[in-house]
Nanobody, 126 residues
């Protein structure tokens, strides 16, 4: 599975962005998927994720209530709607998918994921 993320940019605090992750090959149907973010010098941080079926969704505490993750298996797309952005959200955002299918939980450990996109940069100015 090849993943390609897009939608990042430079915005001001309080603005919104919508990130998309498209599987250009293979399928994401049944695969647990998630968004992570990374700031240079720091470990990957879980942002939001879905279980294999998409029925379970979870968010990091810092993003809950502001971000919304969704998936469309027919379009092979994972989306992250980010509202009320804060300077602390500045990072490179990556989408990830697990090759195991129909996992019934949200995987928050980046080591659990097998496929990663190249990421898209989000910069939020104050």
């Amino acid at each position: 599975v090849q993943l390609q993320a897009s939608g990042g940019g430079l915005v001001q605090a309080g603005d919104s962005l919508r990130l998309s992750c498209v599987a250009s090959s293979g399928t994401i149907s049944g695969s647990p998927m998630a968004w992570f973010r990374q700031v240079p010098g720091k470990a990957d941080e879980f942002v939001a994720g879905t279980s294999g079926s998409g029925e379970k969704i979870d968010y990091a505490g810092s993003t809950k209530g502001r971000f919304r993750i969704s998936r469309d298996n027919s379009k092979k797309t994972l989306t992250l709607q980010m509202n009320n952005l804060e300077p602390e959200d500045t990072a490179r955002y990556y989408c990830a998918a697990d090759k195991a299918t129909w996992v019934a939980v949200v995987l928050k450990n980046p080591a659990a994921y097998d496929y990663w996109g190249l990421g898209t940069q989000v910069t939020v100015s104050s």
